[in-house]
């Protein structure tokens, strides 16, 4: 399983990106996915998870209401739209591919995920 994310940049404080993560290779296709994030010298912060089929979702605290996870099966590929951003969210975003279908468990952490992709960066200009 490869997973390729695409859409970081530079961006204004108060601008917007959307990430993409493109899911190949051999999967059941009911894969739960997730985002994490990591900023220099700072450990991987969890983000976002997304079940198999979109239904459910969970969001960490910190980026609650400013990011938006989803995901077109069609395509294989999650998105994460994030607005809002802020010199802080500055890092390396990461996608990952769970050996769940389910947000059963703890999606924060690493461990509940199987694949990773090599990770997009994101810069915001203060």
């Known amino acids: 399983v490869q997973l390729q994310a695409s859409g970081g940049g530079l961006v204004e404080t108060g601008g917007s990106l959307r990430l993409s993560c493109v899911v190949s290779?051999?999967?059941?296709?009911?894969?739960?996915m997730g985002w994490f994030r990591q900023a220099p010298g700072k450990e991987r912060e969890f983000l976002a998870a997304?079940?198999?089929?979109?239904?459910?979702?969970r969001y960490a605290n910190s980026v609650k209401g400013r990011v938006t996870i989803s995901r077109d099966n069609a395509k294989n590929t999650v998105y994460l739209q994030q607005n809002s951003l802020k010199p802080e969210d500055t890092a390396v975003y990461h996608c990952?591919?769970?050996?769940?279908?389910?947000?059963?468990?703890?999606?924060?952490?690493?461990?509940?995920?199987?694949?990773w992709g090599q990770g997009t960066q994101v810069t915001v200009s203060s």
């Open positions: 997304i079940n198999w089929n979109g239904g459910e979702t």
């Open positions: 990952a591919a769970s050996r769940f279908s389910y947000l059963a468990g703890d999606t924060s952490d690493s461990t509940w995920y199987n694949y």
């Open positions: 290779g051999r999967t059941s296709g009911r894969t739960a």
